[in-house]
């Protein structure tokens, strides 16, 4: 399909900067697909929509501190490393900028020395494989030196790291948050189990697939960066049961919609696994896993806003987008949020 037909006007000041005050306080736009019919509401009122027997399946990766600023040795030049993924050990792949002049046996210093990289692959597209060299526990020396990696239409650091991560946050491994859950408190949590929902955690890492954008004209051109996902014997047996009971799952963002899909459409059921995945969802594909979406507003021409088209209909998101546009929600990372669901 043409890119452009993903397109639409977003005024820039509808970008979200930060968080709202408090997580569950963001515009909730509940939208029937079935129907195309669509009600303003708050965050909070997501449970006037959810019924005793759903579930809930939430992403519950960790960010790291993923954004590092160091000094090419030798040349004193200034480069930019962002960690994605762990391939073994201290060696992870790393978006670099600039990327060209880190060739293999490039060492970068970052911290006074507290953590060197050494580059021993190079890849396209400004990837490098890097191997660190530091004392201690890698992660708290990344804590101690590494930010954010927060998107580039946020424009300030945050003064906490906590509001880049989901209430859920368990295991540290992903470069970008799993924003659709955001809006999540524990207290909603509580209210939403006590209705009789089921709450069940899947982990897909998040990568460069979060970042890359879509350079071509055909979407069928585009490759997305592979992404590691788990999925544990328990939450099988869970979503298994969901399906076989025909009771609705409803996927927290669109890490977690990939996750599942995956997982289905590998083995047919939900089957225990830990591998890597590359799915790419565009309008045609046929869902197998979920009955209902939680997902923030997302870029034009991104695979986000693609992934959405599929599940309701390229053109019924364009009049969704619009009217979310008209009535001044706020998109991506730190914005408002919707419920996809049918009859």
């Not at 963001?26 to 009600?39: F, V």
């Not at 906490?160 to 909603?188: C, I, M, W």
Request: aromatic share 10%; glycine share 6%.
């Amino acid at each position: 399909m043409n890119i452009n037909l993903f397109d639409f006007n977003l005024p820039e000041e509808l970008i979200a900067q930060k968080p709202s005050e408090k997580r569950d306080h963001s515009r909730l736009l509940a939208i029937n697909k079935d129907n195309h019919t669509y009600e303003d509401k708050m965050f909070y009122d997501i449970i006037d929509y959810l019924r005793p027997g759903d579930v809930l399946v939430r992403n519950n990766t960790k960010v790291i501190p993923a954004r590092l600023i160091g000094i090419k040795e030798i040349t004193g030049a200034h480069c930019e490393t962002l960690l994605l993924k762990q391939i073994k050990d201290d060696v992870w792949e790393c978006l670099t900028k600039p990327a060209k002049s880190l060739k293999v046996g490039a060492r970068i210093n970052y911290g006074d020395g507290k953590l060197i990289g050494e580059v021993i692959e190079e890849k396209e597209e400004g990837l490098r494989n890097i191997k660190f060299h530091y004392e201690g526990i890698f992660l708290e020396v990344l804590d101690s030196l590494g930010k954010m990696p927060l998107p580039p239409y946020i424009k300030k650091q945050l003064c906490g790291n906590d509001r880049y991560q989901t209430v859920y946050a368990k295991y540290t491994g992903s470069a970008a948050a799993p924003t659709a859950g955001f809006h999540f408190t524990e207290e909603l949590f509580e209210k939403i189990k006590a209705k009789g929902i089921e709450v069940v955690d899947v982990t897909l890492h998040i990568g460069l697939g979060t970042f890359r954008p879509v350079k071509v004209e055909d979407t069928d051109n585009h490759v997305m960066h592979s992404e590691e996902y788990e999925i544990t014997k328990e939450a099988c047996d869970a979503l298994n049961k969901a399906k076989q009971e025909h009771r609705r799952i409803i996927a927290i963002g669109t890490t977690s919609v990939r996750t599942l899909e995956s997982n289905i459409k590998e083995y047919g059921v939900f089957t225990p696994a830990k591998k890597d995945t590359n799915i790419f969802i565009t309008p045609g594909y046929e869902f197998k896993a979920i009955d209902c979406l939680i997902t923030n507003f997302h870029l034009p021409k991104s695979t986000l806003i693609m992934l959405v088209s599929a599940f309701m209909g390229r053109e019924f998101t364009l009049e969704v987008y619009q009217h979310a546009v008209e009535k001044e929600y706020h998109f991506f990372s730190f914005g408002d949020s919707m419920f996809i669901y049918g009859k």
